[in-house]
């Protein structure tokens, strides 16, 4: 059996990563290492130290990534939605945006940024060669997420449908590839529940949009009745493609849409 080689690590280092292992923490504080070792001094430097050996991937001031004894030659980095929920600690969020979209297949394109939607922060960093940006977002709209393992931790993601309304709302480029990942797949998912998550979405231009496509597809009266009482009685007419700046098109007063494709 290969031999791991420590030649590059102090006692202090080994002490830290080891004793991280023991106690399981995937991730480690300034206050963890100030908790072993008594002089905070120390703790930062040997913090420090191994962040520059790549024993310890640092996520955010003062929170890092440990890096496993086991691994050869430190040439190891988490999947990266282990790291967005690592990042993201206890606070409330999901990944989705650009990179579900791609993930649930409603577009080709592979995203360059890994997006973690949340109820505190809004910023972004790189992680290893990894773009993360993190997006604050009302809480009315955490809803419709679902949780899956990767590497034995629990990572929150929205869900198939969840995601298409994410599209409605932030359509890749244009709001032809939302219309594309609509007809593609609106035989594929659970029109119930997309209908039900249209509803709840905070932004009614979303569901007037969608009302509207999802009639245009053919779509059940049973859906699209539901959606045309939760419009509310306030007239307000939105266009169809907001990248078009044009508000000329055909009126569709039922869904309250100017058709300005």
Partial sequence: MKTIDYKNLLKDEIYLIS????ERQKVITTQFAQKLFTDKNKASKTLASLTRKNWLIRLEKGKYVVVPLKAPNQKWMPNEFVV??????DTPYYIGYFTMYNYW???EQIPRTIFVLNSAKSRKIS???ISYQAVKIDQRKYYGIQKIKIDDQEVCISDKERTLVDFAFNPLGSMRNFETALKENIREI???KFVLYLKKFPVVSVLKRAGFLLEEMGCENKYLNDLKTSMGKQKTFVVLNPFNKSRKGSVNNEWQIIVNR
């Fill in 19 to 22: 004793r991280a292992e023991f």
């Fill in 84 to 89: 967005a929920a690592l990042w993201m600690g």
């Fill in 105 to 107: 297949g409603f577009t």
């Fill in 127 to 129: 992680i290893g060669n």
């Fill in 190 to 192: 659970d029109l119930k």
